[in-house]
């Protein structure tokens, strides 16, 4: 099955910083997800993407769908240590309708 | 409280013992899934249900079965375990499986740990 290539694997980075991540397919989607999964926990939906060039935020999050339809972005500005987790980008096959296809996972940690 | 519920939460089996993970969900959901998740390869989909009896395989779907007898209910089985299904299970529902915004965005369980030796 297909996977994205999300992108850093891992990130460490001081309180305060801003965060950038993306994700990238060689198909395209029609709609893109952002997830983030506490220890222990599963993923929470934190900004979901429904039109190429869409920008949206949530709070100190901003998503961007990209122009291609291959690829969404995720920044964080002013990073704080419950930040800390697993971010997962997900892909919605425009032929296959029931199939997220989400991607490897960048792991962020945040030191004070 | 809207959710999906998975149990065990951790399971230490061993090689052969069938075993069944639950998953229920409590907001009429028509589309559930189950994941695994592992180190460096993200969630992979293991099987899906459109709706109740209607079940159809994800990308990983070897050494697995479920069933989708209700619409609430969504079991994981695992008639043979072996140590490489060793992993973190995730449960997930959404309203629907269309591409309706907003209706295709799933809901996660906890998670179970699962540990075949």
Not at chain 1, 45 to 62: M, P, Q
Not at chain 2, 50 to 74: A, I, L, Q
């Amino acid at each position: 099955g297909q996977q994205l290539n999300q992108s850093p694997q891992s990130m460490f980075i001081q309180e305060g910083e801003d965060v950038s991540m993306n994700c990238t397919s060689s198909s395209i989607f029609n709609t893109w997800l952002w997830y983030k999964q506490e220890p222990g926990e599963g993923p929470v939906l934190l900004i979901a993407l429904y039109k190429a060039g869409e920008l949206t935020s949530n709070g100190r999050l901003t998503a961007q769908f990209g122009i291609t339809r291959k690829d969404s972005f995720l920044n964080i500005s002013a990073s704080i240590p419950s930040d800390v987790g697993i971010y997962f980008c997900a892909g919605l096959d425009t032929g296959t309708a029931s199939k997220l296809t989400f991607g490897t996972g960048t792991r962020l940690q945040v030191t004070l | 409280e809207a959710q999906v519920t998975q149990n065990p939460r951790y399971l230490i089996t061993v090689t052969g013992k069938k075993l069944t993970v639950t998953c229920s969900q409590n907001m009429n959901h028509e589309y559930m899934s189950w994941y695994r998740q592992d180190p460096g390869l993200g969630l992979r989909q293991i099987y899906y249900s459109m709706n109740v009896e209607v079940t159809d395989k994800g990308d990983v779907p070897e050494g697995y079965k479920v069933s989708r007898k209700e619409k609430r209910n969504f079991p994981l089985i695992l008639e043979s375990p072996s140590p490489n299904q060793t992993s973190l299970y995730f449960c997930a529902s959404s309203l629907l499986a269309a591409t309706t915004s907003g209706a295709n965005v799933l809901t996660f369980g906890a998670g179970s740990r699962l540990t075949v030796l």
